[in-house]
């Protein structure tokens, strides 16, 4: 299955100050989701920021808010993002049928998330190199799993020209600037 640009919605999910000190490569996720995030502005693709227990958690990273243009989250306390009704209902009226996930942690949220998507029938894309975990083997384990419940496993940049489809989509230049 390809992603549509047209049938697309993102979740960046708990980027969070308390948690990313301890995510495994921690600045390559963070510049990664802003390079996506970017890209996804450009497509107009909507995103929708999450937050696991603001409260204990703390704000997401500043730089993931500069990026977006907006400092709106929805907050949580459900491991998946689908049990919070604000966000379920968010992702419902988009009417995209398409979800793309980063975030953290890869084995907690993003998998949980992943499989309730794909059992009320979403299209899940998990944006691989956007995704972590305090330990690697968590996050590869989470890779794997999502695997196995049909979740396709891309990057930034294959899926950004994903969503393009073609060098004739107005920000192409744009885009491409992005990734080099």
């Not at 308390?18 to 390079?35: C, G, R």
């Not at 977006?68 to 989250?73: D, L, S, V």
């Not at 894309?125 to 690697?136: A, G, I, K, P, T």
Request: contains cysteine; glycine residues 4%.
């Amino acid at each position: 299955m390809r992603a549509d640009i047209n049938n697309t919605i993102a979740l960046i999910i708990d980027e969070q100050v308390k948690l990313m000190p301890v995510i495994h490569e921690k600045d390559i996720i963070l510049h990664n989701t802003e390079i996506l995030i970017q890209g996804l502005k450009l497509l107009d693709v909507p995103f929708i920021i999450t937050q696991q227990y603001t409260k204990g958690m703390g704000m997401t990273e500043q730089c993931i808010f500069d990026v977006a243009g907006t400092e709106e989250y929805i907050d949580k306390r459900t491991f998946s993002c689908w049990d919070t009704d604000e966000i379920r209902q968010a992702v419902e009226a988009s009417g995209k049928k398409q979800v793309l996930l980063a975030g953290v942690e890869s084995h907690i949220c993003l998998l949980q998330t992943a499989i309730d998507l794909i059992d009320a029938g979403y299209d899940v894309f998990v944006v691989e190199n956007c995704v972590s975990s305090r330990r690697l083997s968590d996050k590869e384990t989470a890779i794997r799993r999502m695997m196995q419940t049909g979740v396709q496993v891309t990057s930034y940049e294959s899926i950004l020209f994903e969503l393009m489809r073609t060098s004739t989509h107005p920000n192409f230049r744009l885009v491409s600037k992005l990734i080099k």
